[in-house]
């Protein structure tokens, strides 16, 4: 073969690539404008590279090059819908990075970048007097020239404001160490370069950057912390602890994967209340619970219920009171909207959480957390904060993939953009001596009784959760069921979600196999314990065919797409769930009706 023949074939098996990576891109595109955030980041693990290449490009400065890309990857989150051309997604991220970059540039004026103390505009009078090596005497003397400005002149509402900001950036230094605040005085005073700072303190410039960047985090957050009177003790000392709690072993035979009851179990156990996994999940409702998307086979539906009323009512029920602190960052993209969006809008500072952790750990309990950092194949999950740590700043907390752990720093937790913390207390009236048995029998069938009623009216009700956001609709019930055949059997063109159909056969699999071990041991007599067999049998059954989906579609982070022949073989398993989940129904409202009969006579 010449070496043009082999210069062409590389050239084909070249331009044959770039067509298979386009066509790729343009896949992912269109399955995350319809919401699929899976899809969305592996098109962003497709693309990182370029972005940063671009950036790099543009600023000549591999550090700033960071920051505008993840800037230019939140917007492109959120405006992914306005993309018309999903075959230009590239150019279009393209034009996002150089907006970005742009922005980061202009920032501060002829300067650039931070705008620096001298530019305020001492006057030649005063600057002879400035200690120029010594911030606080630069501060001082700003200070007192804008108050002296603002008695003078005829306007004086910029020299107040002026002084306010000297006032204020002077207040909130005393959260910077000694080193800190020299590395923060030579950036943003003296105006040196990082290379230029390395070289005085003989290290990196990567942990230059690190340490400006920290301190521009800890300023943030301090003058947050001074506008809002959350001030420290005088002196700026404040009172440095740590604790970390032992949880007790929790076994995969213990574990299930519906983290909100699976930690719910963890925590009882933590505080001497150990139960059955099948009783909780029983009692809460969620081993009878089925909701799926309107969209496609997202994951989400998961975790769409009202989580504030239910942790109330569930932990009600078993003897416990429930303290929450929750809510929602300001501009920040936030997951699980449709479940969340009725909480406040709250500020990122420490204060807000560290302390209720404190308290909680303090007692010897530890704290029920939804985790947006949870280890692949998750994305989020409930987990449990068991240790704080002052001096080092940081929680000890459970991860699912993790079964030592894992470490979040304060301020990791203070930037989650869902924050949702509970601790719990025991209700006095439950501390007291058990009553008897007849009576502890009596209550057991009262809640048994309560948990099938409400699987039966869950299984009815085609919406029964609704969010406010319009475009986020979910069917519930069997209703769901012809929901997720419908997907599984939709254009070929729009194959279902690969990864989101992964979890949710896998989840409500075990919900189902827990459901029948729960009715097998409610405290029924007779006929009605005779209907809660047959019902638990059904439910096994139903179980078992979601089992053959959820092997055939193994839950895993994974861009693969379903093709036709899967997608029909999982469309027939639930057909066939979806038969013996309506007999269990049916035998659960024989149940309920032979119970009220019981109590007729």
Same mark, same amino acid.
């Given at each position: ?122 006057p030649e009078s005063e600057a002879g ?74 290290? &990196? $410039?990567?942990?230059?950057?690190? %340490?400006?960047?920290?301190? !521009? /985090? =800890? @300023? *943030? ?74 969209? &496609? $086979?997202?994951?989400?539906?998961? %975790?769409?219920?009202?989580? !504030? /009323? =239910? @942790? *109330? ?88 993939? =993790? ?96 990864y989101g159909a992964g979890q949710l ?97």
């Open positions: 073969m010449s070496s043009r023949e082999i210069s062409s074939s590389v050239s084909a098996v070249t331009d044959r690539g770039e067509a298979a990576e386009a066509d790729r891109s343009q896949m992912l595109a269109e399955r995350a404008q319809l919401g699929d955030t899976e899809a969305f980041g592996e098109l962003i693990g497709q693309h990182r590279s370029k972005a940063k290449m671009w950036a790099e490009r543009m600023t000549g400065d591999p550090h700033m090059a960071d920051d505008i890309v993840q800037d230019a990857l939140i917007r492109a989150f959120l405006q992914i819908g306005s993309l018309h051309d999903t075959s230009r997604f590239l150019p279009w991220l393209h034009k996002i990075v150089r907006n970005q970059a742009n922005m980061r540039l202009r920032r501060g004026g002829p300067y650039k970048r931070e705008k620096p103390f001298a530019a305020f505009g001492l007097s400035v200690e120029w090596d010594d911030l606080d005497s630069v501060l001082f003397h700003l200070t007192r020239t804008a108050a002296n400005e603002a008695n003078n002149v005829h306007n004086p509402e910029e020299s107040l404001m002026r002084k306010e900001l000297y006032e204020t950036i002077h207040s909130v230094l005393h959260c910077l160490n000694r080193k800190e605040r020299d590395i923060f005085e030579a950036c943003f005073f003296k105006q040196l370069s990082p290379d230029e700072i390395a070289a005085m303190y003989q290290m &990196t $410039t990567g942990s230059i950057y690190t %340490y400006i960047h920290r301190s !521009r /985090q =800890k @300023l *943030r957050q301090e003058h947050i912390r001074v506008s809002l009177g959350l001030l420290p003790d005088k002196g700026g000392k404040t009172l440095v602890k740590s604790k970390l709690l032992q949880l007790p072993e929790w076994p995969a035979s213990d574990a299930v994967m519906l983290s909100f009851v699976d930690r719910i179990g963890h925590l009882l156990a933590a505080i001497g209340d150990r139960r059955e996994s099948a009783e909780l999940l029983g009692l809460s409702g969620f081993a009878f619970r089925m909701l799926i998307s309107d969209k &496609t $086979t997202f994951a989400d539906c998961i %975790y769409m219920f009202d989580w !504030r /009323q =239910k @942790l *109330r009512t569930f932990m009600k029920e078993l003897g416990y009171e429930v303290s929450l602190l929750c809510g929602q960052l300001a501009d920040s993209p936030v997951p699980l909207l449709g479940a969340v969006e009725r909480f406040p809008v709250v500020l990122p500072i420490e204060e807000a959480v560290i302390p209720f952790i404190r308290k909680a750990i303090d007692a010897g309990k530890p704290v029920f957390y939804f985790d947006t950092t949870a280890s692949r194949p998750y994305v989020h999950e409930w987990s449990l904060i068991y240790g704080y740590d002052d001096e080092k700043q940081s929680v000890r907390l459970t991860d699912v993939m =993790k079964p030592d752990g894992k470490t979040l720093a304060y301020e990791d937790i203070a930037n989650n953009p869902v924050r949702f913390l509970a601790s719990i207390n025991r209700i006095e009236e439950h501390e007291k001596p058990p009553a008897s048995r007849s009576a502890r029998d009596a209550a057991r069938r009262h809640m048994a009784e309560g948990s099938i009623r409400q699987a039966i009216e869950h299984a009815k009700n085609p919406r029964a959760y609704r969010p406010m956001t319009v475009y986020l609709l979910y069917t519930s019930g069997l209703s769901a069921y012809e929901r997720w055949i419908r997907h599984m059997r939709s254009d070929p063109a729009i194959p279902p979600n690969r056969a896998a989840s409500y699999a075990q919900a189902r196999t827990y459901a029948a071990r729960y009715l097998r041991n409610v405290p029924f007599q007779g006929e009605a314990m005779r209907f809660a067999l047959l019902a638990s049998e059904a439910y096994e059954q139903a179980g078992e065919a979601l089992g053959e989906f959820s092997a055939a579609v193994p839950f895993m982070r994974s861009a693969e797409v379903l093709s036709p022949e899967q997608c029909e073989k999982c469309a027939v398993w639930l057909e066939q769930a979806k038969a013996f989940e309506a007999a269990a129904i049916g035998y659960l409202e024989k149940a309920v009706d032979q119970l009220e009969k019981e109590k007729s006579l």
